[in-house]
T-cell receptor, first 115, second 111 residues
Framework: KAGVTQTPRYLIKTRGQQVTLSCSPI?????VSWYQQTPGQGLQFLFE???????NKGNFPGRFSGRQFSNSRSEMNVSTLELGDSALYLC??????????????FGEGSWLTVV | TQLLEQSPQFLSIQEGENLTVYCNSS?????LQWYRQEPGEGPVLLVT?????EVKKLKRLTFQFGDARKDSSLHITAAQPGDTGLYLC???????????FGKGTKLTVNP
């Protein structure tokens, strides 16, 4: 059973540019959630998509957005990149909505460096 | 303010030693989860504790959920180099559907 696949794995962008990251969930999983991981703040929730609808959003500016397609694949976009957006972006998938006690499976992440 | 506080932040020990890491909060959680993340990879779920006072064992790892469901601990017996990694606790406080994570304990087990 294939795991959660994230692309690209590594990328370098310049301040002011935008970036799109992709996530393919485990087959059959309908929930995709995104997280930002930095040394200073740790793992922080960005948003969750379920059945193509954003169900929850974390405390991030509107420059961070996402979407989910009918095949459950998801993309997240960050516009007008800032140096502080440099981070590991993790995608996780689960069968049902993210709730206390549910198991979520993480991908290996996309390393974004903004210069 | 971090909703889940983990301690210690860093831990470096020799192979064969025992250790305990802690995850504390002022909020009540219906359950807490522990993950291990190795360099270059995403976190992997180790265990979910649900009942206050619950103890779960996973080989040399023992997880405990506090009676008041505000804290949890992870104890590793006879640590091995393969235990090296970042240990994260996570939970959804007060029925929230947003998973929050502690900042983690970075464990290094030296051979």
């Amino acid at each position: 059973k294939a795991g959660v696949t994230q692309t690209p794995r590594y990328l370098i962008k310049t301040r002011g540019q935008q970036v799109t990251l992709s996530c393919s969930p485990i087959s059959g999983h309908r929930s995709v959630s995104w997280y930002q991981q930095t040394p200073g703040q740790g793992l922080q929730f960005l948003f969750e998509y379920f059945s193509e609808t954003q169900r929850n959003k974390g405390n991030f500016p509107g420059r961070f957005s996402g979407r989910q397609f009918s095949n459950s694949r998801s993309e997240m976009n960050v516009s007008t990149l800032e140096l502080g957006d440099s981070a590991l972006y993790l995608c996780a998938s689960s069968l049902a909505r993210v709730k206390a006690g549910n198991t979520i499976y993480f991908g290996e992440g996309s390393w974004l460096t903004v210069v | 303010t971090q909703l889940l506080e983990q301690s210690p932040q860093f831990l470096s020990i020799q192979e064969g030693e025992n250790l305990t890491v802690y995850c504390n909060s002022s909020s009540v959680f219906s359950s807490l989860q522990w993950y291990r993340q190795e360099p270059g990879e995403g976190p992997v779920l180790l265990v979910t504790v649900v009942t206050g006072g619950e103890v779960k064992k996973l080989k040399r790892l023992t997880f405990q959920f506090g009676d008041a469901r505000k804290d949890s601990s992870l104890h590793i017996t006879a640590a091995q180099p393969g235990d090296t990694g970042l240990y994260l606790c996570a939970g959804a406080p007060g029925g929230s559907e947003k998973l929050v994570f502690g900042k983690g304990t970075k464990l290094t087990v030296n051979p």
